[in-house]
């Protein structure tokens, strides 16, 4: 009876740690540059809408973000806006996507 308790206990740390670890990895920050994230913030004309530096203008402020990762690259592929355009993987790489994440972290 003790050892199928043990089992079961097994078992259930090792779900909660695979559960755990999947959780981190989905929300997790790619390795990315923020120096280079200006410059791919302004190529991609985003300067335009959210202002510079993202603090805001004709669209909302996106600096300092206060969403995952994982929110920003879905906002930037299928925009719940329709005037914001889809920036799909081949217009901008998941990189290049990080890297202006985190530089719109830091303003």
Known sequence: MKTRRKQCVYHLSAI????????????????GNP??????????RCNGCHGEKGKGGKAPAIAGLS???????????????????????????DADAADIYLWLQDQ
């Open 35 to 44: 120096d280079n994230g200006e410059r791919w913030y302004r190529m991609n």
């Open 16 to 31: 909660a740690a695979a559960i755990l670890f999947i959780g981190s990895s989905c929300t997790s920050v790619p390795d």
């Open 67 to 93: 969403f995952s990762y994982r929110q920003f690259i879905r906002k930037i592929r299928k925009p719940d806006s329709a005037i914001m355009p889809a920036f799909s993987s081949n217009l901008l790489s």
